[in-house]
């Protein structure tokens, strides 16, 4: 899933531009979430070396920290290569910085201009639209869940199960997506490293921790935990 991040020391004028974020997520049906607000950058740059993301980056060039949002950019750079850097800036003249440390803005937002909230929403579904077209289609999948069209990218499924007669269930690594439908249908679409090992359970293979073969558990790479059938289980370990 693609986040949002944003770093911005006015606590006023953060909470008002997550409202607006949130907002636009759900006025145009984004499969987005605004996964950090704060004004510290250290609180980001932890984050993201912790998880592997790709994010859409919020980011005010004067933190009154002392790393600015510039410096801050710089070291996104280092570990999400792919992410979108839009800054927001009373300080244009301090755009230059941007192109020193080679950050790749999309943009520069001014904070007082009129077209405020119509250039950050503009940024963001710009952001959104270019992140899944480069996307090929083999790599990720399109549901229906409720009235959202969720996309998930396939290196991001741990498992995916039955949930019920006529539901499945998505596992991430930091969410679960329960939509209708069945697990041979969504088989059609995966690609090799997902193997079906139980006739309840499809797995992939590259976020597999541990196979406890006495009790026909497979440990995900997060801790949780789905089945192997003993049919399947040479094929697993093959």
Known sequence: M?????????????????????????????DLKVTIST??????????????????????????NSINGIRLGEKIREVDPLGFIIFITTHMEM???AFKYKVEAMDYVIKDDADFKERVNSCL????????????????????????IINIRMDD???????????????????????????????????PNFYRCHKSYIVNKNKICEIDKKHNKIIMINGEKCY???????????
Do not use: M, W
């Open 157 to 191: 499924i741990l498992f995916i199960e039955t949930a019920s007669s006529h539901k499945v269930k998505v596992h991430e690594e930091n969410r679960q997506v329960e939509y209708y439908g069945n697990l041979k249908d969504i088989q059609e679409k995966l690609t």
């Open 228 to 238: 192997v059938s003993f049919r399947y289980k040479k094929g697993l370990l093959g």
């Open 95 to 97: 755009s230059y910085l």
């Open 2 to 30: 693609l986040e949002v991040i944003i770093c911005e020391d006015n606590s006023v004028y953060r909470n008002k531009l997550k409202l607006f974020i949130e907002n636009t997520i759900l006025r145009k049906n984004l």
């Open 125 to 148: 579904l710009k952001s959104y639209h270019t992140y899944y077209k480069n996307k090929n289609s083999e790599e990720y999948i399109s549901i229906n869940s409720q009235d959202r």
């Open 39 to 64: 004004g510290d950058p250290q609180d980001v740059i932890n984050s993201i070396n912790k998880n592997n993301i790709t994010g859409i980056y919020f980011l005010d060039v004067d933190l009154k």
